[in-house]
C-alpha cells in the first residue's frame, strides 16, 4: 500500500476552518483515500473516502488534485469537539483488504 | 446493531502467561483485522483475515498468533506475554474491497 505523509500535529480556534494534508506520491491507480477520526481510548471513526476530485459529506470535505500525490481534508468551522487524531489511508481494500495506518494528526482545536 | 465487540475491555497478565483476545462482528463483513497501539503512537497492523479461512501477517506479527474461527469471529493469542506486548489492541471489520474499516472499542492489555 502507498506509504502516507502528514503532519505530526496542527492548532487551530473554535469557528476555523482546518484543512489536513496527507502526500502519498505513490498512490496505486486503484488505491482510494480514506480519513479517520480517533478521540483518545476510543477505536478510529470513518470520516470520508475519495477517489478524485472533490467529496462532501455532513462532516468533511476531501480535495484531491488531478494527480492524486496528496489529498486536503477540510473540517468547517471546528469546534473543540473536533479534537481528535486524523488518519489518511491509501489504498483499495482489494484481494488483500490490507489497511494501514500512518501516524497521524494531532489536531488540537482552542477557545 | 453491535457492530464489532471486543472482550475482554481490560486484561492484566503476567509475563509468560498466555490470553486471546476475542473479537466478533455482525456486519456480515468479509475482512477483520488487529491492530495494536502504544501510548501516543498510531495504529500498528498485527495481523488481518481478507476473507473467512484466510490469515496474513500485519506490520507487526511476532509474538501474535489468530484464528479466524467463521466469518464473525476472529481471535488473537498471545502465547507467551511479554512487557513489549503492553498496549491497547483494537479489532476492526469492513467489507470486501472497501477501506471504510467498522473498529470495536479495543482492549486495554498490561503485562507485568
Known amino acids: 500500500l502507498a506509504k502516507t505523509t502528514q503532519p505530526i500535529s496542527m492548532d487551530s480556534y473554535e469557528g476555523q476552518e482546518v484543512n489536513i494534508t496527507c502526500s502519498h506520491n505513490n498512490i496505486a491507480t486503484n488505491d482510494y483515500i480514506t480519513w479517520y477520526q480517533q478521540f483518545p481510548s476510543q477505536g478510529p471513526r470513518f470520516i470520508i473516502q475519495g477517489y478524485k476530485t472533490k467529496v462532501t459529506n455532513e462532516v468533511a470535505s476531501l480535495f484531491i488534485p488531478a494527480d492524486r500525490k496528496s489529498s486536503t481534508l477540510s473540517l468547517p468551522r471546528v469546534s473543540l469537539s473536533d479534537t481528535a487524531v486524523y488518519y489518511c489511508?491509501?489504498?483499495?481494500?482489494?484481494?488483500?483488504?490490507?489497511?494501514?495506518f500512518g501516524t497521524g494528526t494531532l489536531l488540537a482545536v482552542q477557545p | 446493531n453491535a457492530g464489532v465487540t471486543q472482550t475482554p475491555k481490560f486484561q492484566v497478565l503476567k509475563t509468560g502467561q498466555s490470553m486471546t483476545l476475542q473479537c466478533a462482528q455482525d456486519?456480515?463483513?468479509?475482512?477483520m483485522y488487529w491492530y495494536r497501539q502504544d501510548p501516543g503512537m498510531g495504529l500498528r497492523l498485527i495481523y488481518y483475515s481478507a476473507s473467512e479461512g484466510t490469515t496474513d501477517k500485519g506490520e507487526v506479527p511476532n509474538g501474535y498468533n489468530v484464528s479466524r474461527l467463521n466469518k464473525r469471529e476472529f481471535s488473537l493469542r498471545l502465547e507467551s506475554a511479554a512487557p513489549s506486548q503492553t498496549s491497547v489492541y483494537f479489532c476492526a471489520s469492513s467489507g470486501q474491497g472497501n477501506t471504510e474499516a467498522f473498529f470495536g472499542q479495543g482492549t486495554r492489555l498490561t503485562v507485568v
Open positions: 456486519m456480515n463483513h468479509n475482512s
Open positions: 489511508l491509501v489504498g483499495y481494500g482489494g484481494a488483500t483488504n490490507k489497511l494501514i
